[in-house]
């Protein structure tokens, strides 16, 4: 008799419940209770999974299902406002498991906080991959091994860093018809090497037949969706902003400090796009608003850089891209305005099962945590809203502050609770010191750009590109 394959309870009622359709009952044992050891060709007729709110070690046991194809786990709500024991996540330990799923040819993994990585370096038959809204998922390994992938949906991983030989991994897909990744993944997508700011321009050919779509979260799982035209306009200024405001070679805090003053001085908020659905525009006589900019845009990049207005989130998204180019490393924090009055994100608050804490009424806020500098904050829209005042404070006070600090003027989201950096803070003389650095930098760069015989034809990182079709 061949032997029986034994599944995990959790995994074996997921099974029984798929055999059903195939007429196959559950079996019980001889005290009446459901047994959960399969036959092998049981086993092979489970091809797709879909697992709403997974739990850890839900699904312990799938890599004995030898004939998986397709695999989806997503949870639900904004995970940032959740505490552990609310959350609702796989773990490492599964993830270890569906790295073994050979036969795997689409793979969903959505809203999984729990997670720090995912592998699919054995996963060669993968044709579809969408990864996103894992908020701390750090790194996607063995992409480079998979080559017949149709579809790559990464976006909105907030504290993923690069996305190694990305540009290598979609020209090598070629059978690749669907590309929709963060906009934070586009230098990588292109390959750029931030030392010579050179990209490979076979890899941006292919990202333009594609008609690839670049994504950015908005608070939580909305989606701002940009066009290939719009990610390079957005791109190339840029890269214009840097080289105009930032020298290179300059020490990672004089590169921060820098960015932000820049986005202080330009950047003003858009009180008609935050009252007109966050979409940018103008409202006419008649009452018809003509939209500008991406659908709810007032959150993301583009409308920070490009039409220099956005709300919060958006200087969060318009300075990550920065720093992005810069090799900076960054997430976005969830938080709210006001002192800190609950220490939700208190390293040394304890998970049980009785404290519960009160999410405060006041607006959702958006600020940056530089993983790259000692996990150091920066809230570059009130320090815009503070220089930008007639007698506003224009020394950057949000600037590069540390967990205590910020928590001053901001209640932080459970997600920092992970930060300790109180011991490493940033004297305001070293903050002043890096001020007038750029301040020297930026009005010698721009007096020598004004004395140039003939205009500055391409900064550097810029794409030039003549044939840009799309509509913006």
């Excluded at 397709?70 to 552990?84: F, P, Y």
């Excluded at 931030?194 to 490979?200: C, D, P």
């Excluded at 590169?255 to 006419?284: L, P």
Aim: charged share 30%.
């Amino acid at each position: 008799m061949e032997p029986l394959v034994k599944l995990p309870m959790s995994l074996g009622l997921i099974v029984w419940n798929q055999l059903k359709e195939h007429g196959i009952e559950p079996r019980k044992n001889k005290l009446g209770i459901i047994d959960f050891s399969f036959k092998k060709e049981e086993l092979e007729l489970i091809t797709e999974l879909k697992i709403v709110n997974p739990t850890s070690r839900n699904i312990e046991g799938i890599s004995l299902l030898p004939n998986l194809k397709k695999l989806e786990l997503e949870s639900k709500g904004i995970t940032a406002h959740k505490q552990k024991k609310m959350i609702a996540s796989i773990s490492d330990d599964e993830i270890k498991e569906i790295a073994q799923c050979t036969s795997l040819e689409e793979l969903s993994i959505v809203n999984q906080a729990e997670i720090s990585y995912i592998d699919v370096s054995r996963l060669s038959n993968l044709r579809v991959l969408e990864i996103h809204h894992n908020e701390n998922l750090d790194e996607i390994i063995g992409l480079e091994e998979i080559n017949g992938l149709w579809e790559i949906d990464i976006f909105g991983n907030n504290r993923l860093g690069k996305i190694e030989n990305l540009d290598r991994i979609i020209l090598s897909n070629e059978e690749l018809a669907d590309l929709q990744l963060d906009v934070l993944s586009f230098p990588d997508a292109i390959g750029l090497n931030r030392s010579t700011m050179e990209y490979n321009d076979d890899a941006l050919e292919a990202i333009k037949e594609l008609d690839a779509k670049w994504k950015e979260s908005m608070h939580g799982k909305t989606q701002i969706v940009i066009n290939n035209a719009q990610m390079i306009l957005l791109h190339n200024k840029a890269c214009q902003i840097l080289d105009e405001n930032i020298p290179m070679g300059a020490e990672t805090k004089d590169i921060i400090v820098g960015i932000e003053r820049y986005m202080a001085k330009n950047v003003t908020y858009d009180y008609v796009g935050m009252n007109n659905g966050h979409t940018s525009g103008t409202k006419m006589q008649d009452g018809t608003y003509l939209m500008s900019g991406p659908k709810k845009g007032c959150n993301g990049a583009f409308n920070a850089l490009i039409l220099n207005k956005c709300v919060c989130e958006g200087y969060t998204r318009g300075m990550q891209y920065l720093l992005k180019l810069r090799g900076i490393q960054t997430h976005n924090v969830d938080c709210y305005a006001g002192k800190d009055e609950t220490h939700m994100a208190d390293e040394s608050m304890k998970e049980d099962l009785y404290t519960t804490y009160t999410i405060p009424e006041d607006g959702y806020h958006s600020i940056i945590c530089i993983d790259d500098y000692d996990a150091l904050y920066c809230d570059p829209c009130w320090d815009a809203c503070q220089y930008q005042a007639k007698y506003g404070n224009k020394d950057l006070p949000y600037c590069l502050k540390t967990k205590a600090e910020i928590s001053e003027t901001h209640t932080l989201s459970f997600d920092e609770r992970v930060v300790s950096n109180n011991h490493l803070s940033k004297s305001r003389n070293l903050i002043a010191d890096s001020i007038k650095r750029n301040d020297l930098f930026v009005k010698t760069r721009m007096d020598r750009i004004k004395n140039m015989q003939q205009s500055l034809k391409r900064y550097r990182g810029q794409i030039l590109d003549k044939k840009i079709g799309d509509r913006l």
